[in-house]
């Protein structure tokens, strides 16, 4: 994975990646490992992963973001390479207060890569572009 959790966490999504493709069944596997390491963002994420609410967004040129719809019905924006969501879940439980390594988005993402659930969704640089820039115009 491209991105900066710590090595623990790297390796159990490497391991869940690897048993489902062998498999096909191996998240009930890592369930409780899950848990231990990602706390309570694990369970909201795996639902999260079956409601099929992860999307890869992909601009011709190769760029390239991941919108995830919250239980709450709002689309969030997520980057995988630098760990970011766009809820107030990740500002204040990630960000402030340091309570947990991820948001249950951010999760759903790797969760979603690692067994082969992620949409696809090609959009032109201009619609990528709206979506980057969407969150700045709701908040001013």
């Known amino acids: 994975m491209d991105c900066t959790l710590p090595a623990v ?9 690897k048993a489902f493709q062998e498999t096909s069944h ?10 231990f390491i ?5 369970v909201p994420a795996l639902d999260l992963v ?3 609410s992860v999307s890869r ?10 919108q995830v719809l ?5 689309l969030y924006t997520c980057y995988s390479s630098c760990h970011f969501c766009t809820c107030p879940a990740f500002g204040f439980t990630v960000l402030q207060k340091s309570e947990s ?3 249950k988005h951010i999760l759903a993402v790797y969760l979603s890569q690692a067994l082969g659930a992620c949409q696809e969704l090609t959009v032109s640089e ?7 820039l969407a969150e700045e115009e709701d908040e001013g």
């Open 9 to 17: 966490a790297e390796e159990l999504l490497k391991e869940i990646k």
């Open 26 to 35: 191996g998240r009930a596997t890592f369930s409780f490992r899950l848990k």
């Open 38 to 42: 990602f706390g309570p963002s694990a």
């Open 50 to 52: 079956d409601q099929r």
């Open 57 to 66: 967004v992909l601009a011709p040129s190769g760029r390239s973001a991941y």
């Open 70 to 74: 919250g239980s709450s019905g709002k």
């Open 101 to 103: 390594l991820l948001c």
């Open 126 to 132: 201009e619609q990528l572009t709206s979506i980057l």
